[in-house]
């Protein structure tokens, strides 16, 4: 393993980006409404720091309103994914007047927004965007010249694509709601009521009494016209190597948070695209046969401070359930003939959608509506391949979750439960249809419930140029996971950064940014945050490793890794936790033993 020395003075390494990253500039911010502010960012500065210190700065009463341009006329628009702003000092910036969120008479506002969580970057570009699905000439139907229109050539709207799609894109669905004579003025989105009403003063509450204004009405499941995501692409393939190692290790089922961002899936008119960045294993108990988690513990502290500082965010879940046939291959579990999801898959995929929702301007209640977290399934196909499998859970699926109308089923994986009323709960009759052998629709009470009604397909995949913004790593010498049976230690740190020669590309990991804020050996602190808002930054990575607690972690490093969290002695002088291969206190000076 080099030393940082060897390595800054054999690539000649500026010790100036260090201090640009400490450095403050101003940036001049100018709002038609407000006038213009002055504010200190630093050097180099992502684009989600940028928008914080705007909003801390300027008192903006509503944090998924306003938008930052780098010219005039709301263009250059930043984005708040951007980790590299290049800005000079003195630069300005402009805020369009920002919107009351009260607003009645907009159409694509609720009376109660302020409640909502911010706006996904991604609705506010494909708010702006026409969606038009635009066709050529077509020289064999139309008969005008190449600069004329006529209704073989026309653009067409974004939900009457040819062939009809199987699902519409849900910005596409909206159009489609406001395109009729009142423009969607009165729509409002919202939830299934699976509740009785409270203070209804005509009859005792229930379950003495109940009338047709508290009841909730009887639920018929219908197919979802819209998904809130279209396709769901790992960057690289990377990724998913290194989550299947832990069942390849182990032989026991594990699953995963996806983070990473959302993009225009240019496919689809008005499409949404989740491209997962990396996978964090929460704590688990697993098996073979199955697995358990809490969704209270779905993300760390650390993990969430680090992937909010890149400007990433939660975009789903994964889990795996493979089986191995004994030659190499896996065996083909799900299917059209068994299942696609169990009924307690769907369950909780429900609830981890509803913990993730989706902001929405025509929601009625909250704010919120739907949700863009996908679920991902690793499973055989009928070749024998490992692969990958994703949905999305339906809306009134999920009203049924919120409010426990949905039970699984003991011995039928593919079925679900819809539970009787009872003195305590009323549940609302739930119905779906069917068609018969002799081909009548028939309506059915949902006791016992093909979860099929529940799901919606999403297309899974790889992009053809892989992307890589964590530093991918060959699985036999990456750091281990978190909540794995493999150790997190200094040993495997060390072999980490031996298999890179580069430690600003070694130290570029999630599973290793984790571990080091976590560490008690040498505290981070302040130091951590710089790195993250270096992190394109490979040069400044560098600058920022020669400082001190980078050094200290170096030092472990060169040692082999010999020292772990628990190999530290406290100084009995001054209390400090020294490493346990020195024997003099790195703070006071005095002796180990004495």
């Not at 599973?511 to 804020?517: C, K, N, T």
Request: charged share 20%; hydrophobic share 35%.
């Amino acid at each position: 393993l080099y030393s940082f020395d060897t390595f800054l003075s054999y690539y000649n390494i500026d010790f100036s980006f260090a201090i640009k990253c400490y450095s403050v500039m101003i940036i001049r911010v100018q709002s038609p409404s407000l006038g213009t502010y002055r504010i200190n960012i630093p050097a180099r500065c992502t684009a989600a720091h940028l928008y914080e210190e705007v909003f801390n700065t300027l008192k903006l009463d509503s944090a998924h309103l306003y938008q930052l341009y780098r010219k005039r006329g709301k263009q250059a628009l930043i984005n708040k994914t951007e980790l590299k702003l290049n800005f000079s000092e003195g630069e300005m910036i402009f805020l369009p007047d920002v919107e009351e969120t009260n607003a009645s008479n907009n159409n694509y506002r609720s009376s109660n927004l302020s409640n909502a969580v911010p706006l996904d970057e991604i609705d506010f570009i494909l708010e702006k965007l026409d969606g038009r699905i635009i066709r050529k000439f077509d020289p064999q139907l139309c008969r005008h010249r190449e600069q004329a229109r006529c209704v073989h050539c026309l653009p067409k709207d974004p939900w009457d694509a040819d062939p009809a799609p199987k699902f519409l894109s849900f910005h596409a669905w909206l159009r489609k709601l406001s395109s009729g004579v009142d423009k969607g003025k009165f729509t409002q989105l919202s939830y299934p009521n699976c509740k009785v009403l409270p203070n209804c003063g005509d009859h005792p509450p229930w379950p003495a009494g109940i009338c047709t204004k508290c009841q909730p009405a009887a639920i018929t499941l219908t197919r979802q016209p819209y998904r809130h995501v279209d396709y769901v692409s790992f960057e690289n393939p990377s990724i998913v190597d290194r989550f299947l190692s832990g069942w390849r290790s182990s032989g026991k089922q594990r699953m995963g948070i996806l983070y990473g961002r959302y993009e225009q899936h240019k496919d689809v008119p008005l499409g949404i695209k989740a491209v997962v960045a990396a996978i964090y294993e929460p704590p688990q108990s697993s098996n073979p046969q199955s697995l358990s988690f809490s969704l209270d513990l779905l993300e760390s502290p650390s993990c969430k401070q680090i992937i909010r500082s890149l400007g990433l965010a939660p975009v789903g879940w994964v889990f795996t359930d493979l089986q191995s046939d004994g030659n190499g291959k896996v065996k083909c579990i799900r299917g059209k003939d068994s299942f696609f999801l169990s009924a307690e898959e769907c369950i909780t995929a429900a609830a981890l959608q509803l913990r993730f929702p989706n902001p929405c301007r025509r929601a009625a209640e909250d704010g919120n509506f739907g949700s863009k977290f996908v679920t991902v399934c690793m499973t055989g196909d009928s070749d024998g391949s490992i692969h990958s499998e994703a949905y999305q859970i339906s809306n009134q699926a999920c009203a049924l979750v919120r409010h426990d109308c949905l039970i699984p089923t003991v011995d039928a994986a593919q079925l679900g439960y819809v539970p009787e009323s009872t003195a305590l709960k009323c549940v609302p009759d739930v119905f779906y249809k069917l068609t018969d052998e002799y081909k009548n629709e028939q309506t059915v009470i949902a006791r016992p419930l093909p979860v099929e009604y529940l799901l919606i397909d999403v297309p899974v995949g790889f992009p053809l140029d892989p992307e890589y913004t964590f530093t991918a790593t060959d699985t036999e010498f990456a750091f281990p996971p978190a909540n794995r049976s493999s150790p997190q230690d200094w040993q495997a740190l060390c072999r980490h950064f031996e298999c890179h020669n580069d430690p600003a590309v070694a130290i570029k990991d999630l599973h290793v940014l984790i571990y080091l804020a976590e560490q008690q050996v040498c505290p981070l602190g302040d130091s951590l945050e710089l790195l993250l808002r270096a992190f394109p930054y490979h040069d400044e990575i560098i600058s920022l490793l020669s400082d001190e607690p980078w050094q200290t972690i170096q030092h472990c490093l060169t040692d082999k890794g010999t020292t772990s969290t628990e190999d530290v002695w406290k100084c009995s002088h001054c209390t400090f936790d020294n490493v346990a291969t020195t024997n003099t206190c790195e703070m006071c000076s005095l002796p180990r033993f004495s």
